[in-house]
């Protein structure tokens, strides 16, 4: 699956967007990134797709009855360009199963703690407030719950007494911006097998 077509779905800053552009550039992705969908017209990952020469598909959900209706219209965009993984990068919004279903097994969400620890929003600053020793980086297929999919991969950090949610999501950054790239290198290399909820990875 050399040329695996991805596109990415974010709404705020970005890093890990760039993360991925980045390995695409230097040919390390395995995967080309056809499209941004990204829900906040303002947000900084938007400029950094232009920058990346990466087509952006932008939209704002007030302006659909539905969120089952924008998600039909991205899905044809998604169907239109043969995207063959959809990857959730610091996208702010639960998905229904429009998307879900269309792109089950071949969407995956990258989120800052040790999973099942943690998941929704804040997860850095509710490990922090939970005073955990060890948290982490998950990387999951997305299922229609929050943050509940089958894991592909993670990896652990300790936590410093003197961290601050700001130093913790910094080294917790570093971490994704390595991991998810590789995840996604090894799905577009065929190395990754999902078996029911159970997950193989060579
Ligand atoms: C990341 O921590 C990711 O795990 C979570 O949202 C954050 C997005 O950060 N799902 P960025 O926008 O990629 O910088």
């Known amino acids: 699956m050399a040329n695996l077509k991805v596109a990415v779905f974010a709404s705020g800053n970005g890093s890990n967007f760039q993360a991925l552009a980045d390995a695409a550039r230097e040919g390390r992705l ?3 990134i056809r ?3 990204c829900d906040r017209p303002d947000a900084a990952v938007v400029k950094r797709a232009e920058a990346a020469g990466i087509p952006t598909y932008v939209f704002r959900p007030r302006d659909y009855p539905s969120r089952e209706a924008y998600e039909r219209e991205i899905l044809a965009e998604l169907e239109r360009l043969g995207i063959g993984l959809v990857v959730l990068a ?3 919004r639960i998905l229904t199963r429009v998307l879900v279903d269309a792109y089950a097994g071949r969407m995956i969400n990258i989120h800052p703690s040790l999973l099942p620890a943690f998941p929704g929003m804040n997860a850095v600053r509710q490990a922090l407030d939970y005073g955990v020793k060890v ?3 998950t990387v999951h297929f997305v299922d229609s719950g929050v943050d509940s999919g089958p894991i592909i991969a993670q990896e652990a950090l300790a936590v410093d007494e003197r961290d601050t949610e700001e130093t913790l999501a910094e080294r917790i950054h570093r971490i994704e911006h390595r991991l998810l790239p590789e995840v996604v290198r090894r ?3 065929g190395r990754v097998r999902l078996d029911g909820r159970r997950v193989f990875v060579e």
């Open 30 to 32: 395995g995967a080309e």
């Open 90 to 92: 610091g996208y702010m």
């Open 187 to 189: 799905i577009a290399d």
């Open 35 to 37: 499209l941004l969908v």
């Open 135 to 137: 948290t982490g980086v």
